[in-house]
């Protein structure tokens, strides 16, 4: 009864905490433009008069910061041209050559600020890592973003498209709150098929294990593990370049599909 009890009160406190990302900064709050050593030496500020100010604080050698931080630079990638401001704050107490190391990994290029003695950490009130933070032009908080495995970078891009007047807020809700999807048999028999076609490339058997990820692609062709396999596959058969494509394909789908990056990264590119 006691250990249920804990049980209770522990997983009360996680949700209790989750909605409050920034324990000291609420959803309409202005936030301290506060100036930051930046990773190469150089004064930063933390907020500009962009539209969107997205800030994000990470971890190096934590994985699902480095998921996020993958998800990120595709989104900086997408939105270069509109105005949006990203930064990345971490705290001084990792070395700076591991956080060289996560940049470079995750491929972002927005600027890292050094948080010294973790002030800004304790200024907002941040609890848990990653988390993601999103101001408008007059430095109010619109939206915080804790990583998920589901729908994170589409949430995360259409609360910025919505800052940008891209889109609606029928539109913003309908991403936040998607209808719950109704199972196919399509879906079904994808799933069956990568199922068949992993355990057949287990036993080296490629040509028959490619039949079955075509056919799972067929019936469902927004899986990434699927293109993933895919491109294992090509790999074993000595086929790079068909190889690299099927992991780009993947990635298009999921930029932290950890067997697509492994992949693409062993074949060269």
């Given at each position: ?86 930064v ?45 933070g ?8 619109v ?49 069956r098929?990568?199922k ?34 895919k ?12 190889a690299?494509?099927a ?6 789908l ?9 992949g ?6």
């Open positions: 009864m006691k250990a249920s009890f804990s049980l209770l009160v522990a997983g009360s406190l996680l949700c209790v905490t989750a909605a409050w990302a920034f324990a000291r900064a609420p959803i309409g709050g202005v936030i301290e433009n506060v100036e930051l050593t930046a990773l190469d030496g150089s004064k930063c500020p933390l907020l500009s008069n962009a539209t969107a100010n997205v800030f994000v604080f990470f971890k190096p050698g934590q994985e699902h910061s480095r998921t996020t931080m993958i998800h990120l630079a595709t989104c900086e990638k997408e939105m270069a041209a509109q105005s949006v401001r990203w990345a704050i971490v705290s001084d107490r990792f070395p700076k050559a591991e956080v060289e190391a996560a940049v470079k990994e995750t491929g972002i290029a927005m600027p890292v600020l050094i948080d010294a003695g973790d002030a800004l950490y304790g200024k907002l009130g941040v609890v848990l890592s990653p988390v993601l999103i101001a408008d032009q007059d430095h109010k908080l939206a915080y973003e804790y990583f998920t495995k589901v729908n994170f970078t589409e949430v995360v891009r259409a609360r910025i498209r919505f800052l940008l007047k891209e889109i609606n807020g029928p539109e913003l809700e309908r991403v936040l709150n998607p209808p719950a999807a109704t199972p196919s048999v399509d879906a079904d028999v994808a799933r098929r990568l068949l076609g992993e355990r057949l490339f287990q036993t080296k058997s490629y040509d028959k294990a490619l039949e079955n990820v075509n056919k799972s692609i067929e019936k469902d062709a927004t899986v990434a593990d699927a293109y993933a396999l491109g294992q596959i090509f790999a074993a058969q000595g086929n790079k370049d068909a690299r494509g992991f780009a394909e993947a990635l298009k999921d930029p932290a599909n950890a067997s697509a990056l492994e693409m990264k062993a074949s060269g590119k």
